[in-house]
């Protein structure tokens, strides 16, 4: 795989700005990132640009290379804060401000793309054999909540049988099944004197 990059140092741009623009070329081919640098509206795009050419033109002089460099891409670009000038500005009443001119070192860095091999034919012609996938957590994860219900619902149906039975075994002594108990009696309140029910 043919890897190269090119540097430029000491460029006059603060390394935020260079940075920006070189968010939109990050990871693209080399014709559009030379695209993308021609119509960009940005002063140190023309400085980034002649970084990329040299990148691909160090490429261009490595061993091996295939003679295509429109398969390029821009694998890797970033912007290094550089060394600031220190400047003054007169300032009103006898002050003076400090101003920084500051620099940038750029470094832009292509490769080839790698080349994915199609998967080898299963034995006899057939298609490659696909593992079998796992089971799914999500459906243990329901068996796992429905459990408890099914307990309440047994536990539930067990007290149902044992009430069954008691009332069998009074029925077989000749005594009637315990009652429901009777609702509360209404409530009296007094107004004037008089009782009324609610």
């Known amino acids: 795989m043919i890897e190269a990059q090119a540097t430029a140092k000491y460029v006059r741009t603060s390394a935020q700005k260079a940075g920006l623009v070189m968010d939109l070329i990050r990871g693209r081919s080399v014709n559009q990132a030379l695209a993308t640098l021609?119509?960009?509206?940005?002063?140190?795009?023309?400085?980034?640009?002649?970084?990329?050419r040299s990148a691909i033109a160090n490429a261009q002089q490595k061993p091996g290379f295939g003679g295509d460099a429109d398969v390029l891409v821009v694998s890797a670009c970033y912007a290094d804060q550089g060394p600031s000038q220190k400047r003054v500005r007169p300032?009103?009443?006898?002050?003076?401000?400090?101003?920084?001119?500051?620099?940038?070192?750029?470094?832009?860095?292509?490769?080839?793309?790698?080349?994915?091999?199609?998967?080898?034919?299963?034995?006899?012609g057939g298609a490659p054999s696909v593992p079998a996938r796992a089971p799914r957590k999500r459906a243990e994860a329901s068996k796992a909540k429905t459990a408890p219900k099914v307990k309440a619902k047994a536990k539930s149906a067990r007290t149902t049988k044992a009430a069954a039975s008691a009332r069998a075994k009074a029925a077989a002594r000749g005594k009637a099944a315990p009652k429901a108990k009777a609702a509360p009696k209404a409530r009296t309140k007094k107004s004037g004197g008089h009782a009324a029910e609610e």
Do not use: N, Q, W
Not at 38 to 52: G, M, N, Y
């Open 38 to 52: 021609r119509f960009s509206h940005k002063r140190v795009a023309r400085d980034i640009e002649k970084v990329l």
């Open 91 to 124: 300032a009103p009443m006898g002050r003076a401000y400090r101003v920084l001119k500051r620099t940038a070192h750029l470094t832009v860095k292509v490769k080839e793309p790698v080349t994915v091999e199609a998967p080898a034919a299963a034995p006899g």
